[in-house]
């Protein structure tokens, strides 16, 4: 007697069960889907997020902020910065005075703008230069694959910052010429993990049947290669960002950069550590901070990003 | 072994030649000629000093009268500023220096780099660990001249305990900050590296076998793990070779030790456009070379690279 009476509920409840399992199979999540859930749940990674968001909002928008401009040099407080240039909520020069008595805030502003520019867009050079250069080494294959990737051997084994100061002292010192020298290197790495990339790709099934259907080779290239190589790209070219920053800052500490009234973390460090001695530590500190928190957290991002993307872990 | 070496010398040769040509021509492009100034010289005079330097004739036998003063007599050419001061001089001053701070830097990376890496591999997931994993990444992002400042800040303006900077014919109060200031990056790269290695070599099958016939720890990592998770370590000689003599520029630069990266950044304020070119060309070949030998070593020692 209970039997019968249970009998309908349980069918009842057993399709409702089956009809959740076979929705929750409609909604499959995609290796992209999957990824950003990995990322997500990444803290140092999204704190870093945060914070880089942060850093490049004040690197926009940061001079709104102030009264004070970046040029502008107070006579009155030319030779007493330590006393009277001291960092200040009240007087509304948040970072204080530089050496030169200009506002450091606004200078800050402006050298995280272009230290900023220079990481990410040496960063997207190397990686579309390196990509294409790559895909198409790996894809073409073959002698064309050999004498590309001996040339990339050659170029790496070139010892770069003698050449880079070289160029940059010879062709005179601009930012053009920073980006030049930077994005002439900086693509070689990227050709060759885009290339190793490429020949476990292309033997694909799905390269064959384009291949099959005479889609064109910088078509394939294009649209089915390069398109599979996203994920990797895109963890290099987070962690080829603070790479670049620290090239630039490099070049800029020793002089040989970014030229004034431009200025960068580099060269701002620069100036804070000669002025140093004379007790106005802020000089330092405050691009000190600003550099190395940027750099913490292009690494963070890369390494979540790494996780989250790179398929070895799966 | 013969066909690597064969393939590593064949890929040496062009990118010598390339540094070669490459630092030549710009040298030509650069704006002006070398001897150009504020107050023009009488034309016979720029006409007698430029054929006392050979800058008469055409270029092509300039270069190659460059090369073969190079290959017969190491003479890397003369400074067009200084009249007493060659490319030459330049070196014997300045290479003991930055060698003497540099050698000792690498060893201290590599001894202290290593332990870290390994000790951290052997006790995974312990204090330790954690410890060494952040202090490698936090040297990874103080570069040189980032610590260089730091250093100075405490040890000689808070602590007063070391000079601020000078040479003083090397005595160890002054190369205490250079040294740790240049070895960080360099012993953070190489914890990581020994950890990863390790922890590779410590989950390998031969690991398993000598831990089946009950060796004791002791054993295992000294006499079978060490060898073949220091290995990579050897890839890195290049890279940090290379970092010993560009971070010159920056050591030189804030401790004033005057090693030769004082020269090379000096030469490149003045334009010294001939030393720059002759001290470009000696250390870049030597990076070369010595990029080239630890390959060979690398593929000596593990025959897997040979392929």
């Not at chain 1, 005179?172 to 920073?178: D, E, H, N």
């Not at chain 2, 004791?216 to 060898?227: F, G």
């Not at chain 2, 470009?280 to 593990?302: E, H, Q």
Request: proline share 4%; with cysteine.
């Amino acid at each position: 007697m209970t039997d019968k009476l249970a009998q309908p509920f349980q069918q009842a409840k057993t399709a409702e069960m089956a009809q959740g399992m076979l929705e929750q199979e409609v909604q499959g999540r995609s290796l992209w889907a999957d990824a950003r859930a990995r990322f997500l749940s990444n803290k140092a990674a999204m704190v870093s997020v945060v914070a880089l968001a942060l850093i490049v909002l004040f690197s926009l928008f940061g001079q709104s902020l102030s009264q004070f401009d970046n040029e502008t040099i107070d006579w009155d407080i030319l030779g007493n910065v330590k006393e009277a240039g001291r960092p200040s909520i009240e007087n509304g020069h948040f970072f204080g005075f530089d050496e030169n008595g200009r506002d450091l805030y606004n200078r800050v502003v402006q050298g995280s703008r272009i230290s900023l520019a220079v990481g990410i867009v040496g960063a997207v050079i190397a990686v579309l230069v390196g990509t294409l250069y790559g895909a198409t080494a790996g894809f073409i294959g073959g002698r064309v694959d050999s004498i590309m990737m001996r040339l990339v051997d050659i170029f790496m084994s070139i010892p770069y910052m003698f050449v880079l100061i070289l160029l940059l002292v010879v062709a005179g010192r601009s930012i053009t010429m920073i980006f030049v020298g930077i994005g002439l290197t900086a693509w070689l790495d990227m050709s060759r993990i885009v290339r190793g990339q490429t020949l476990s790709i292309k033997n694909r099934e799905f390269v064959e049947a384009a291949i099959a259907i005479g889609v064109p080779t910088w078509r394939i290239i294009l649209r089915h290669i390069v398109p599979n190589l996203l994920g990797v790209v895109v963890v290099y070219a987070t962690l080829l960002v603070p790479t670049m920053i620290l090239t630039e800052s490099f070049i800029s500490f020793l002089g040989l950069g970014v030229q004034e009234p431009l200025t960068s973390w580099g060269a701002l460090i620069s100036e804070g550590v000669k002025s140093m001695n004379y007790g106005t530590l802020w000089h330092l500190g405050f691009p000190l901070f600003f550099f190395v928190v940027t750099i913490f957290c292009f690494f963070f991002i890369g390494d979540g990003l790494r996780d989250a993307l790179d398929p070895k872990d799966r | 072994m013969l066909n690597f070496i064969i393939r590593r010398v064949a890929v040496a040769i062009p990118t010598l030649i390339i540094l070669l040509i490459a630092s030549f021509w710009l040298m030509q492009t650069a704006p002006g000629g070398p001897f150009t100034s504020e107050r023009p010289l009488p034309p016979q005079v720029l006409a007698n000093i430029e054929a006392k330097y050979g800058l008469d004739q055409p270029i092509l036998k300039q270069l190659w009268d460059y090369v073969i003063g190079i290959i017969t007599q190491f003479d890397f050419g003369p400074s067009y500023k200084y009249k007493d001061r060659s490319v030459n001089d330049i070196i014997a001053q300045g290479f003991p220096v930055t060698l003497t701070y540099g050698i000792i830097s690498f060893v201290i990376a590599i001894v202290v780099g290593g332990i870290l890496g390994m000790s951290a591999a052997i006790r995974q997931n312990s204090m330790l660990d954690y410890f060494a994993v952040g202090v490698t990444i936090g040297a990874q992002v103080l570069p040189n001249f980032v610590m260089a400042p730091i250093l100075i800040l405490i040890f000689t303006l808070w602590l007063g305990w070391l000079p601020g900077g000078g040479w003083n014919g090397g005595q160890w109060q002054y190369l205490v900050m250079p040294v740790i200031a240049l070895s960080t990056s360099y012993m953070a790269s190489i914890a990581r590296l020994t950890r990863s290695s390790m922890l590779e070599v410590l989950r390998s099958n031969f690991i398993r076998t000598a831990r089946a016939k009950g060796l004791p720890d002791r054993t295992i990592i000294w006499r079978h793990a060490l060898k073949p998770s220091l290995l990579p370590v050897i890839s890195y000689l290049g890279p940090a070779f290379v970092g010993m003599v560009t971070g010159s520029f920056i050591i030189d630069s804030i401790f004033g030790t005057g090693g030769i990266g004082y020269f090379y950044v000096n030469s490149a304020f003045n334009r010294d456009y001939a030393v720059m070119m002759g001290l470009t060309i000696l250390l870049g070949s030597m990076t070369i070379m010595f990029n080239m030998v630890v390959d060979i070593l690398y593929a000596w020692i593990d025959p897997k690279i040979r392929l």
